[in-house]
DNA sequence: TATTGTTATACTCTATAACTATA
DNA sequence: TATAGTTATAGAGTATAACAATA
């Protein structure tokens, strides 16, 4: 039986680790052309196409500023459009380039076939574990909103 | 059935999730006094005293400039000490202070709180889930070092 | 007056390149 | 010559503060 601190503490252990393992593949192997946090921005805006910035910081959980600049760099290099939005002059539209969609789906091929050889060593009662594991945290962490402060 | 595919997706979006905010309870909450990689700098000399340089960038899975840099913060702050190996007057010597301990205590308890009132939310079969699922995490990043590939 | 976004500034993380000192 | 560590330099991620434009 683990106690919810047991598993905080597996948590704390784990996850950094498997966070570098993550930003080291992408920074190094075939596709560095993708930060971490720059291939999820990019994600996001694929998948809600006409995104305001507010809404990309909201998502990656960043302040207005620092998602600013980091659309910019994907702006910068033709990744993303800016453009207004008629309906409300204060706000932006975003949309991925075609260019940006060639490069978001190599870093994700890149990145997806990494994790995939490095699972093949885990037998298929484990990957049902891990992916239980990943779905409980998700829930708690992604859209438990019941119990996270409100912070200004 | 999930497919190692599946997991890597799930891996992909999760991790770099949970990590985040991970990340900003340690910036914003109580402890703001040390950053991820600090803490875990810290955590590891405290458990190997007398530790050189090149073992914490071996760790950390870090270039020696950058572990330099990172060490040198905590050093000028007073939570980690620096001597010279007399065996071996290239290596260094690290030891953490009494105030690095304390701090060290402080940030882990505060951190471990956090999660730990996050997944008071999770069932017991779920955290098993979560245990093993990391632990096979653990086996595949962290110890398998034989299909990892060399990179010089 | 409140909301959306940008700019200015600053700090940490991280890397590569070039260096010093020791083995 | 090889290893351990530092310094110089640079780019990305992140924050807060101050600002402009729009609602």
Known sequence: MSSPEDVANELLEVVPFTMKEIRSQMRSQRTPELTVPQFRALAFVNRHSGASLSQVADHMGLTLPSTSRLIDHLITRRFLTREDNPYDRRRIKLGVTSRGQVILENSRRA?????????????????????????AIRRVFMYNTATAEVVK
């Open 111 to 135: 990145t997806l076939n990494y994790l995939t050889k490095k699972l093949s060593n885990v037998s298929p009662a484990e990957m049902e574990c891990i992916v239980k594991g990943m779905y």
